[in-house]
């Protein structure tokens, strides 16, 4: 059974850092990119960051490109996103999804993953 396990969440103050880690299981991680997602209340969900877990190729949306990294441990089958210089606007319920490699994962496109996490809450806020 495939299945993607989200953790790491939590209320921080602008300026502060987490790790939101994904475990996956069911399926190995080098033969799938794996991508964060975030949707904010009354906000469509938006794509944040992929990593190819072949090559560890990455991608990045502008809006967080320089604070966040995405990175892997294929050994423990997670995924990380370490999210530093946090602003108010990061405030969202944080996802992770899988995706085939021969996909066009880099499009950060809800219509290319198949499986999604339950999600993970990040609040920003003084």
């Known amino acids: 059974q495939v299945q993607l396990v989200e953790s790491g969440g939590g209320l921080v103050q602008p300026g502060g850092s987490l790790r939101l880690s994904c475990a996956v299981s069911?399926?190995?991680?080098?033969?799938?990119?794996i991508a964060w997602f975030r949707q904010a209340p009354g906000k469509e969900r938006e794509g944040v960051s992929c990593i190819s877990g072949s090559s560890g190729d990455t991608c990045y949306a502008d809006s967080v490109k320089g604070r966040f990294t995405i990175s892997r441990d294929n050994g423990k089958n997670t995924v990380y996103l370490q999210m530093n210089s946090l602003k108010p606007e990061d405030t969202a319920v944080y996802y992770c999804?899988?995706?085939?490699?021969?996909?066009?994962?880099?499009?950060?496109?809800?219509?290319?993953?198949?499986?999604w996490g339950q999600g993970t809450q990040v609040t920003v806020s003084s």
């Open positions: 999804a899988t995706a085939p490699l021969d996909r066009d994962y880099h499009r950060l496109s809800v219509l290319i993953y198949d499986v």
């Open positions: 069911g399926f190995t991680l080098e033969n799938y990119a």
